[in-house]
């Protein structure tokens, strides 16, 4: 039996899960001499099962079958005569769950069944990759007086229909497997990975409880294997490879001109803007369809009548892989090149990728903004830390990693956003009811983001008041759109900074009233989470509407004193982050809170900084950047201040890879030690070097 792609499968959320659910009839309840009368599989993709993908198949035991077994499945000798043995469908079943992650109820003794049939057919087993759906049972509920299939059918209002046939027992185990992903969520397993540490966690605590029993694993951890990828799209944006500037025609211009203009700019498109103002293009290929199907009259065919359209476009501040993703899934050979606004200011195409070795091993490619619904959303969430351990294995830089994730969690939000407006739509609330943006706040809107990333966002509209029609609207879509998130794998802000919340979900005129409101606060301590607002970057709806109210805080922040010195006392709350004696102070765990001792007072300082000298700018190291060319603290201080910056964040994501690999919680806690005797010292001097920025903003320096 195959082994499933485990690089795939760790960082997979459990709502997109692609699973074998199997389950077994056999000649007793002795897997140590049962074998196999009846095999059921049942796939699910990606949160649903695949009604026409099954296996249902009778097995010839080779042994009589005995009535205490026929009593419970019904299966008797005269039913099987005829049948294969399990070496005959051996293949077939290899071939249907391929690297799936198998599932079952108790699937250990199903697998064990299995792994003795292998060998009695001498034919070899590797052990797959499997959950046990009765141990995530009592992970969801442990209150439950039994986890059996019946008891679990009654709790997750599950029908229970063919039981104790291998094919009834397999979908019943499907549904309610698919009914405990939610409350499995509930409970902090998101994951593949997660629920295989929790059920390892399950199985050792049994252990004990029974003397130190320790019996056969069947969630079996594997070391997932390191694609080498090319770092370059990861690493670069659209602007870096685009040819620029565009180059329009006039739709009335013939093909024979249109033949010439590419000809002397040395171009293969061009764009065409029609009377309407709807935007097309003309490719080489566009040109030689036209020749071929009209002949010499196609030479005099105006360009409008044979261009592609609607123009398809991606920002020139989208990464590379964005690009090639996209070009890969529309089938073309050009995208046009926009300003994030909708003005077209640059072209690319496969020769300026191939130009720049850009189409090896893509694994992030255009699946978010493609994602038809919240598991295939999921699905590609799940690349990321894939992604995030394959380019720190090729030592890219943590800051171009973290931008990548925060690329993602940006389009992430603007399709769960995209997919809340269809699912109103769908209920009969309609359109939005005027114009409107999305924000997302805090380290993914400066682009400095990590795996353990939670939900930071906010909406914006036009015009409405508390409590009025305009606001239920936007409050049901911020429902929608947390709700999409949270399921896809980016868990709701504690603190509660999500649009679903009237605080994080205004008017426009109402925003300008609460950011007036923050400016005039008297305490640090009544500032809250207020100062993430100005790391919002609009990635949904009408994006001038959300640069509007970010220009706006800025606006009112650099307007006032007293409020820039709050803000200097929020970012000079560190957290200590060495002993008295000059050691990484760590917990009883072994590790520092890297966020609270060295990450948060950068990006804090760097943000208060910022908006006392009107640099508009989101991410960390351009704001040291744009204050040191003003002349506040020395060129040398700074870059030392952002290679700190730097050095904290690798620290970060190396133990949130190997987390999520383990199938830990994810936060911002690194043990120092597994960086190895020269990354602590990189690190404890990083650390030093927060002291920097800190004391940039203290008093006489600010």
Avoid at 627 to 655: F, K, P
Wanted: glycine share 8%; proline share 5%.
């Amino acid at each position: 039996m195959n082994t499933v792609n485990s690089e795939a499968a760790y960082s997979t959320p459990l709502v997109a899960l692609d699973a074998a659910v199997i389950d077994l009839e056999t000649t007793g309840l002795d897997a140590r001499s049962a074998r196999a009368v009846q095999i059921g599989i049942v796939r699910i993709s990606q949160g649903r099962i695949v009604e026409d993908e099954k296996i249902n198949v009778l097995v010839n035991p080779g042994m009589s079958i005995p009535p205490s077994a026929t009593a419970i499945h019904g299966i008797c000798d005269a039913d099987v005569k005829n049948a294969p043995p399990f070496s005959e469908i051996i293949s077939k079943i290899e071939e249907f769950v391929g690297d799936a992650v198998v599932l079952g109820h108790t699937v250990g003794y199903d697998l064990s069944i299995m792994k003795r049939e292998y060998l009695l057919a001498n034919r070899e087993w590797r052990q797959p990759r499997a959950l046990d759906v009765r141990a995530l049972a009592r992970l969801a509920a442990p209150g439950l007086a039994n986890h059996n299939i019946e008891t679990l059918c009654d709790w997750l209002k599950v029908p229970l229909v063919g039981r104790h046939t291998a094919m009834g027992d397999a979908e019943t185990t499907a549904r309610l497997f698919l009914a405990l992903v939610p409350k499995l969520r509930e409970r902090g397993i998101r994951t593949f990975a997660e629920a295989e540490a929790a059920i390892r966690q399950l199985a050792e605590a049994d252990a004990r409880a029974a003397g130190g029993l320790i019996t056969e694993e069947f969630s079996t951890s594997q070391s997932p294997h390191i694609a080498r990828i090319d770092s370059f799209p990861y690493c670069h944006r659209v602007r870096d490879v685009m040819t620029t500037p565009p180059i329009f025609a006039d739709g009335g211009m013939t093909v024979r001109e249109g033949v010439r203009l590419l000809l002397e700019k040395k171009i293969s498109s061009v764009y065409i803007r029609e009377q309407s103002g709807e935007l097309g293009i003309v490719t080489e290929r566009d040109v030689l369809r036209a020749i071929n199907e009209l002949g010499e009259k196609g030479l005099d065919a105006p360009l409008a009548s044979i261009m592609s359209k609607p123009l398809q476009s991606v920002p020139e501040d989208a990464f590379v892989y964005r690009a090639i993703g996209r070009l890969d899934r529309l089938g073309f050979r050009h995208l046009a090149v926009d300003d994030g606004r909708g003005k077209i200011v640059g072209a690319l195409t496969s020769r300026n990728l191939l130009r720049h070795r850009a189409r090896a091993a893509i694994m992030l490619g255009d699946e978010v903004a493609s994602a038809p619904d919240v598991p295939a959303l999921a699905a590609a969430w799940a690349k990321l830390p894939v992604m995030a351990r394959s380019l720190a294995a090729e030592g890219t830089d943590p800051r171009d990693i973290s931008a990548v994730i925060s690329s993602e969690i940006r389009d992430i939000t603007s399709r769960a956003a995209q997919l809340a407006e269809k699912r109103l739509a769908d209920d009969g609330l309609g359109p939005p009811p005027c114009r409107y943006a999305v924000l997302v706040l805090g380290s993914a809107g400066r682009g400095e983001s990590l795996l353990a990333a939670d939900q930071d966002n906010a909406i914006v509209y036009e015009t409405g008041t508390e409590g009025g029609p305009e606001d239920r609207w936007f409050e049901a879509l911020g429902t929608q759109m947390c709700r999409i998130l949270d399921e896809v794998g980016v868990p709701f802000c504690k603190g509660g900074v999500m649009a679903k919340n009237r605080a994080w979900r205004m008017s426009l005129a109402d925003w300008k009233s609460t950011i007036d409101h923050w400016v005039r606060r008297q305490r640090p301590e009544d500032l809250l989470s207020t100062d993430i607002f100005f790391d919002g970057m609009p990635v949904h709806g009408d994006i001038s509407l959300g640069e509007a109210i970010w220009h706006y805080a800025y606006d009112r922040g650099h307007a006032e004193p007293a409020f820039q010195k709050l803000l200097v006392e929020v970012a000079r709350q560190r957290s200590p982050a060495f002993t008295l004696f000059g050691k990484i102070r760590i917990d009883e765990k072994g590790r520092i809170d890297l966020k609270k001792a060295g990450l948060m007072p950068i990006f804090t300082c760097a943000r208060v900084l910022a908006i006392r000298h009107d640099v508009r700018a989101r991410s960390t190291p351009e704001r040291l950047r744009g204050i040191a060319a003003l002349g506040v603290g020395s060129e040398q201080e700074i870059e030392e201040v952002i290679d700190a910056h730097r050095t904290i964040l690798g620290a970060m994501l190396t133990q949130q890879i190997a987390d999520s690999e383990n199938g830990a919680r994810l936060s911002s806690r690194v043990n120092p030690d597994r960086l190895g005797k020269a990354g602590k010292r990189q690190l404890a001097k990083a650390l030093e070097k927060v002291d920097i920025i800190i004391d940039l903003v203290s008093e006489g320096r600010f």
